[in-house]
């Protein structure tokens, strides 16, 4: 099993920044592919950016540009840069982590940004 913890989250406003973290309970390495997504209110959750343990990375189109994903093998733990914000990111921003065939999430961490 893996636990994911997120944090990072908060209100800015539009132009800002903010990085998201999420910390696994067990080595990033060994999880096959860490994502973060988001569920804004009235809408489906989305796949924002992914990290395979390999580093590999996907980005959906809307933030290509504007945000990073990356991990700290050291801290097992993956994070998300996110730049020049704009209000239509703003969602509950959770992690998830595919790992020997499961799926575990974090429970979510709320980016509000204001314009």
């Known amino acids: 099993q893996v636990q994911l913890v997120e944090s990072g989250g908060g209100l800015v406003q539009a132009g800002g920044s903010l990085r998201l973290s999420c910390a696994a309970s067990?080595?990033?390495?060994?999880?096959?592919?860490m994502g973060w997504y988001r569920q804004a209110p009235g809408k489906q959750r989305e796949l924002v950016a992914s990290?395979?343990?390999?580093?590999?990375?996907n980005y959906v189109d809307s933030v290509k540009g504007r945000c990073t994903i990356s991990g700290d093998n050291a801290k097992n733990t993956v994070y998300l840069q996110m730049n020049s914000l704009k209000p239509e990111d703003t969602a509950v921003y959770y992690c998830?982590?595919?790992?020997?065939?499961?799926?575990?999430w974090g429970q979510g961490t709320q980016v509000t940004v204001s314009s």
């Open positions: 067990r080595s990033i390495l060994s999880i096959y592919i």
């Open positions: 990290i395979t343990g390999g580093g590999s990375t």
């Open positions: 998830k982590a595919v790992y020997n065939g499961g799926q575990y």
